[in-house]
Each structure stands twice: as structure tokens, then as C-alpha cells.
């Protein structure tokens, strides 16, 4: 039974900054949803205006301001346009409202997290900036292939700019974030014994109970894997009931019935290792909970108000 939570690594600010980067296309594909809502980047900003705490006013139109920071429309209307075009081959779109609040929730993270790091001591220097430019033009082949290139995905040069500035502070602050897991943590290896139905996990319990091996009893009800769970650390485990029952067993022994929202389980604990090395999808699950962790914190804390529809 497939329990972990699903590990494709698709922050949004993480794709964005990729395909800023890239140069083999001819239009930018915009980042979809997410489709794995255990591990989603929080979608849902309202505005946090206080009532004595005026935003900062600006000349600039603004889709949003953070901490008194605007997003300026112009560019979350561009990125409207380039989010559309890379639905362009989907037979089910999203509607506009949830394309502008994608949209809108994705520019909000990013300019959190550019905020962040320019708290850290990192901006993006002109310098760099220009050399990644620089990369882009070589590797389109001329400056006329960028400026045709810019046009196709909705761009001006001030605008690209920008973006690939904030882009790039962004993905220099979420890999601070990411850098905070380390290596090895507290981690698991277990099985188990899974049933659809409370009467299939209780006959499964009364043979243990007789004597019946864990082993046979797990392929016999799992004949895919044999109930195999493996190493896992906290916070990875699809199911928290599943998990919490793997943390609080000795090693050997097994759990009562544990009900699921997908069925019926019977843990048994093989290892338990304070450090453990991540395995690279583990890794993966746990940079992407600390990045959600921290931009939930980040937009709490944050004076955020949205100025579209």
C-alpha cells in the first residue's frame, strides 16, 4: 500500500525560477497547480491590512502590496497571459478566478521570500544579473532570438528583468530553507499489515494472536510488497494516525488495529534510529514541508493586501 506522501517537488517557486532560467524554449511555460495538495504551498491569501496599519502608498497601479512592497499589475496581468499559455494542451482548464489567485498566491511567496533574503544580506547584483541575461542571449543564439523570445512570453526588458531578479533572490532564500534539513534525522523502518475492512483486519489480528508470522500475514494481505513501509522520518508518512503508531513502538513490536481514511493497518517496528540517512525522496518531502512551514509563517506575519478583483 503506497503511504508516503507524494515527493515531486513542484513549489511553485521553485519551477518558476527554472524556467526563468532556461533558455531551450520558445515560450515559458508558467507553473500548474500543484497537483499534490499534501505537500501544497498555502493558496488561500487574503488581505491582512490592519486598521492601524496603513499599506504604503505607491504611484505604481499594484496588484498587491507586500509589506508595502507592490507587485505591479502590469506584471501579474503578464503573468496571467504566460499562466494561460502553458494551459494552452490541457482538456480541463482552471477558470480565470483560480488562474488569477494561482497566479496572485505565487508572486505574494516570491516577493516574500526576496524579502527574506535581502533581510540575509543576499540581492542579486547588476553584475550577475546581467551575466545570467548574458547566458540566455548565448544560449538562444543572438539578441534578436532574446528579444523575440521575450516578446513570445509577454515580456518587456524591464519587466524580465525584475522577474528574473526576484526569481533569482527567491531561489537563493528557499535554498537557505532547504538547507535546513539535514542529512540524517529520527527515522522508522516498519511494515505492515493493511485491510479495507475492519473484519479483514481483526481476522489478521487474531492470527498474530495464534502465532501466525508478521512476515506471512503481510504478504498474504499485500502481496505487491509484503506490507513493506521501510525508513521513513516524522512528517512523511501519508497518513500522521499511521506514522504517530510507528513513532511511539519498541522495535519488535506491533501495534492494535489502526484506522485509516483508506482502510485498516497493523504496524510493526523493525528499526528505530535517532540519525538516519534521508533517502533522496525523503529529503525532497521534507524540504518542501519546510518551505510550506515557512511561508505559512512568513504570510501570518506578514501585511499582505490584494488589490484585484
Known sequence: MF???????????????????????????IPPVNPTPEVTIPTAIASTATATQEPTLTSIPAAALVNGEPI???????????????LADKAVKPGDAEISQTVINFLIEQQLLAQEAHKNG?????????????????????????????????YDDAEFRMALTLASEAAWQRDQISATIPDAVEQVRARQIFALTPEGAQRALTSLASGTDFSTLAWEYSPESGGELG???????????????????????RSEIIQSEIGY?????????????LTTDARIALQTKALQDWLSAAIANSQIVIQIP
Request: glycine share 6%.
Open 265 to 277: 493497518h497493523i504496524i510493526e517496528v523493525q528499526a528505530h534510529e535517532s540519525a538516519h540517512p
Open 72 to 86: 505591479p499589475l502590469s506584471y501579474f496581468n503578464n503573468e496571467v497571459w504566460r499562466y494561460r499559455d502553458s
Open 3 to 29: 503511504l508516503r506522501k507524494p515527493v515531486t517537488f513542484l513549489a511553485l517557486v521553485v519551477i518558476a525560477t527554472a524556467l526563468l532560467l532556461s533558455t531551450g524554449c520558445e515560450r515559458t511555460q
Open 231 to 253: 525508513w521513513f522520518p516524522r512528517g512523511y508518512l501519508l497518513y500522521p494516525e499511521v506514522e504517530a503508531a510507528a513513532f511511539s513502538l519498541e522495535v519488535g513490536a
Open 122 to 154: 543576499y540581492a542579486l547584483s547588476e553584475a550577475d544579473l546581467q551575466a545570467k541575461i548574458d547566458g540566455l542571449i548565448a544560449g538562444l543564439g543572438s539578441q534578436q532570438a532574446f528579444e523575440d523570445w521575450l516578446t513570445n512570453n509577454h
